[in-house]
């Protein structure tokens, strides 16, 4: 089948790239400008504020996934552009399904485990085009060439390819954890649960491509595990010698020589894609980390 794909050489889009060109699926990636496109894919090269002239491309697939995303905060950069490129994507959408790349930031702080169903909250602008963009695909009316309209609520992600400190907590938490900081929580009771939902690199990329197969629209969320951010610090600490410690300190207020992780506990719900799409994840907390670490170092991944 053909699919077309935004954000070809973004965190998530070379995943799914490499998902669906390992399933025998042809791909056209949207790539910027000098950039190459993902391995086995063919390229248009361009951005979102030109998502008018990429109709054609659009309508001739069998499947579209929208992963591109400006990352911004900027009120006028997420509304000229996050969310009016996707209404242009969804009007040249002809065939198959059309899966957007949201993310669990739509719910906010959590205060409970994060499910399809809760109230959607934005802190910024990036969150307020992701939920603006989920409605989109909800009004955009179907018939029987297009299939589904699905939106993939992503877990953090935890990957070692070559975009893996771009803005992600896994480099974050390696950067500190080396610098041997002491890491602070507000109570002990923070410090034994605060963490959050991830996914790896490869599990995401076969969430995306099984989400071209469902045949209901929806929002879904897609997880790997639950991690406690003082597993993975002391993970990184085992796997590096770092001697990264932690404190407890009412209010979390770091010092010199502290870092401060988010304090809540954000954990997903992904039985529903789960028993939607068939997926399961493969990739562990342990696995993630080891190959980011072994990337870091340049040796081999770990067996």
């Not at 030109?50 to 509304?79: C, F, K, M, W, Y």
């Not at 909250?121 to 963009?133: E, H, P, Q």
């Not at 699905?150 to 974050?172: C, H, K, N, T, Y």
């Not at 028993?275 to 991944?301: H, I, K, W």
């Amino acid at each position: 089948m053909k699919f077309f794909l935004t954000g070809g050489t973004g965190n998530v889009g070379r995943l799914a790239a490499a998902e669906l060109v390992r399933r025998g699926h042809h791909v056209t990636a949207l790539v910027q400008p000098g950039t190459p496109p993902p391995a086995g894919c063919a390229a248009v090269t361009g951005h979102l504020g030109i998502a008018e002239q990429l109709a054609g491309a659009v309508a001739a697939a069998d499947g579209v996934l929208h992963l591109a995303s400006p990352r911004t905060n900027d009120r006028h950069t997420a509304l000229h552009l996050d969310i009016a490129a996707c209404g242009k994507l969804l009007d040249a959408w002809a065939r198959g399904n059309f899966v957007f790349a949201s993310s669990q930031t739509v719910y906010g702080v959590p205060r409970e485990v994060m499910k399809e169903g809760a109230p959607l909250m934005a802190s910024g602008w990036y969150d307020l085009a992701k939920i603006a963009n989920e409605h989109q695909l909800e009004m955009t009316p179907l018939d029987g060439a297009r299939r589904a309209a699905v939106s993939i609520r992503m877990a953090v992600l935890f990957d070692d390819g070559p975009r893996r400190r771009d803005r992600q907590f896994l480099a974050e938490v390696y950067d500190a954890c080396r610098r041997n900081v002491r890491f602070v929580f507000e109570s002990e009771q923070v410090l034994e649960t605060a963490g959050t939902a991830f996914i790896g690199g490869e599990d995401l990329g076969r969430a995306f491509a099984d989400a071209l197969e469902l045949r209901g629209s929806g929002a879904y969320n897609a997880a790997g595990g639950f991690c406690r951010w003082k597993d993975m610090i002391e993970l990184i600490n085992r796997l590096t010698g770092a001697r990264a410690g932690f404190v407890v300190r009412s209010g979390a207020r770091p010092g010199a020589g502290e870092y401060r992780l988010p304090q809540s506990v954000s954990r997903m719900d992904a039985s529903a894609f789960a028993a939607a799409a068939g997926f399961g994840p493969r990739q562990t907390l342990e696995e993630t980390v080891s190959r980011f670490v072994a990337a870091e170092s340049g040796a081999a991944v770990p067996a």
